[in-house]
């Protein structure tokens, strides 16, 4: 099956670290996604991680990607308020361009 | 980065009516061009692949009568909405790839702001 999982909330108080998991079912994706959507907007690609590495970070974000387990987090250091968000993670199927997005994880930073 | 722009991103009609929303790729040429539709506070849903000079490939559930979707050039692709009913009401979402000729390794998709539609 394609189906990706998200815990749907997470709140974490600005200056902490926040963690948002995933967990997907196809073990054949190549390139696995975290994108965040603002109130009405479309989504802003964040990172990507590619299947054969098991972390990347970038500035605030880090990305760990367990594929035997297929759980990917994202990691942001030093939330701030502009965190605020829905972050959705996503994983490509190989050979095509479809991604299959997770349910989606609101994230309130609390002042 | 590559912009990708849709028109309009707040539409209202009435029921019975038709809507045509558009993805344009400002800055690349997009051989493909994705349409999502997505619920109040849920995941989004893929309901089309639409490819350049060729049909609109529909995912399985969406009805292609009731979902136009054209892709007359490598810039711009067309969402028509027809006899639009209040069930339709939903915020659309395109994105597109760039070309294969200096197109991202990643497949990266990019997105466009969004088309909200409420129909009444």
């Given amino acids: 099956g394609e189906d990706v999982e998200q815990s749907l909330f997470l709140s974490v108080r600005e200056g902490d670290s926040s963690v948002i998991n995933c967990?997907?079912?196809d073990?054949?994706?190549t390139y696995l996604y975290w994108y965040k959507q603002e109130p009405g907007a479309g989504l802003q690609l964040l990172t990507y991680i590619f299947s054969n590495m098991d972390m990347k970070q970038?500035?605030?974000l880090t990305v760990l990607l367990n594929k035997k387990d297929k759980h990917l987090s994202l990691r942001i250091a030093d939330t701030q308020t502009g965190d605020s968000a829905i972050y959705f993670c996503a994983e490509k199927s190989p050979g095509t361009y479809k991604y299959i997005f997770g349910t989606g994880t609101r994230l309130k930073v609390l002042a | 980065g590559a912009v990708v722009s849709q028109h309009p991103s707040w539409v209202i009609c009435k029921?019975?009516?038709?809507?045509?929303i558009e993805c344009r790729?400002?800055?690349f040429q997009a051989t493909t061009m994705f349409w999502y539709r997505q619920f109040p506070k849920q995941s989004l849903m893929l309901m089309?692949?639409?490819n350049e000079g060729s049909k609109a490939t529909y995912e399985q559930g969406v009805e292609k009568d009731k979902f136009l979707i054209n892709h007359a050039s490598l810039t711009l692709s067309t969402l028509t909405v027809t006899s639009a009913h209040p069930e339709d009401s939903s915020f659309y979402i395109c994105s597109a790839r760039e070309g294969l000729a200096g197109g991202p390794v990643t497949g990266e998709l990019f997105f466009g702001e969004g088309?909200?539609?409420t129909v009444l």
Avoid: C, M, N
């Avoid at chain 2, 029921?15 to 045509?20: I, L």
């Fill in chain 1, 23 to 25: 967990t997907y079912t």
């Fill in chain 1, 27 to 29: 073990s054949s994706s």
């Fill in chain 1, 58 to 60: 970038d500035q605030r």
């Fill in chain 2, 15 to 20: 029921s019975g009516t038709s809507v045509k």
């Fill in chain 2, 25 to 27: 790729s400002l800055d």
């Fill in chain 2, 48 to 50: 089309a692949t639409s």
């Fill in chain 2, 115 to 117: 088309s909200r539609l």
